[in-house]
């Protein structure tokens, strides 16, 4: 089925909207019932149920995140954009200091709703740039429990 470029864009709108909002179960029913994401390190999930369950979980130890895009194509029913994961700002930081990029594919399934996304990036970048966040965060004395200690599981400083 070949769908409108306006229909396109103004569901990835929609969906950067819910991404930037931190609505992660509203940005799941974007996804229709039987879709698929790939997620390299995390695993592939199948349909918006198992996609809800791990957005969930795994973006309720990520509040603070920003993840602006810096660039997206449009080329058929696909929607490809480069991003950055940019942990919260520290003191005596940049925004930018502590971020890691990746790269996107949607695959728009019509009515407003996605077919599929996959993620590709460095998990050994995003390791190093968590870690070298977390320790920032100790020499400023930004207070380390919760959520931010959580997203570094085993790993010690």
Known sequence: MVFSRDEIDDAFA????????????????????????????YGTFYGREAIRQWIVETMSHATGMAFPVEWHVVDGERVIWYVWNQFPKLPGHATSDFQFASVSILRYAGNGRWASQEDVYNAREAAAVLAEYLQAAADAGVNLEGELRDLLGQQEL
């Open 14 to 41: 929609v969906y950067q909207r819910h991404v930037h909002g931190g609505d992660w179960q509203a940005w799941a029913d974007l996804f229709v019932e039987e879709a698929v994401y790939l997620e390299h390190e």
